[in-house]
């Protein structure tokens, strides 16, 4: 089939005409941030990319998740202190904007971006976004004090079970085993002197391949190797890869096994 000699390609940001064509670099990165954490950019060929901090050293082309150990915390139990007994004693109660925790070895604004989740008990079932906190030991000894966007629906006190979860796009770093999230795929080298730049979340991209691929195969994140693509399963009926590992796209061109492969994913 004869191609058009008419046909044109737009890498035109959506929304924004084709005088953005060009202007959009993703391999760029800096060490102050140029973007808001998260900024979206999508361009006319349906690919999508995110603007993000980076946590640590990231080669090109291979997947990258927030340090979870770093900026979340899991499910906890009865360390929000009841607001009778917070230093201010507003904080926990409903409209307030303010919950005071016990949480240990935490830095001011290690938890900015993050959302708040109500998971039992009393006031169970919100999601809130952090806005930020101080560092442990204020307001009192093994404490820390949030604040949200938003106020409580619901008064919590020191029966209320949450869990920390969070920006998505805040410390990245190359995906392993213990960071399932995948926010996306880095774009370029980020060394230590440059901590912001560009991921892509959706579209057509080069990944670090795992395992022997075939054109059409679902890919997940791999078992094996930090910031690599496996075919589903593994390759074969691993049932435990098939329920633990994220799936994320499919196979377009096949690389070879520690090289990268032409993959579609869509994580945004």
């Known amino acids: 089939m004869a191609l058009s000699s008419l046909r044109r390609f737009s890498k035109g940001i ?3 005409g084709g ?3 060009g202007q959009f670099n993703k391999f760029e990165q800096s060490a102050n941030p140029r973007y808001h954490v998260g900024y979206k950019v999508e361009l006319a060929n349906g690919d999508v990319y995110r603007y993000v901090h980076f946590g640590a050293t990231v080669n090109r082309g291979v997947l990258v998740a927030g340090d979870i150990s770093e900026t979340s915390v ?5 360390s929000i202190i009841a607001p009778a007994s917070a230093v201010t004693t507003t904080d926990g109660t409903l409209g307030s904007r303010f919950i005071q925790v016990t949480i240990a070895s935490v830095t ?3 938890f900015a971006g993050a ?7 009393v006031g169970e079932g919100y999601t809130y976004d952090i806005v930020g906190n101080t560092a442990t030991g204020t307001p009192a000894s093994g404490d820390i004090r949030i604040e ?3 106020p409580l629906q619901v008064a919590v006190d020191n029966t209320t079970d949450f869990a920390i979860q969070a920006n998505r796009y805040h410390n990245v770093e190359i995906l392993t085993t213990t960071d399932e999230d995948p926010a996306g795929v880095s774009c370029a080298t980020i060394t230590a002197a440059d901590n912001y730049g560009w991921i892509q979340t959706k579209g057509i991209v080069g990944i670090l391949q795992d395992g022997t691929m075939t054109s059409g195969c679902p890919i997940q994140t791999s078992d094996g190797v930090s910031g690599a693509v496996q075919p589903m399963g593994g390759g074969g009926t691993d049932i435990a890869d098939i329920i633990t590992e994220v799936n994320i796209g499919y ?3 096949p690389g070879d096994t520690t090289g990268h492969g ?4 869509n994580v945004d």
């Open 14 to 16: 959506v929304g924004m």
């Open 19 to 21: 005088s953005t064509a």
């Open 74 to 78: 899991a499910d906890t139990d009865n």
């Open 108 to 110: 001011a604004n290690q």
């Open 115 to 121: 959302k708040f989740i109500t998971t039992d008990d």
């Open 148 to 150: 949200l966007l938003q």
């Open 251 to 253: 196979c377009l061109d």
């Open 262 to 265: 032409v993959f579609f994913i």
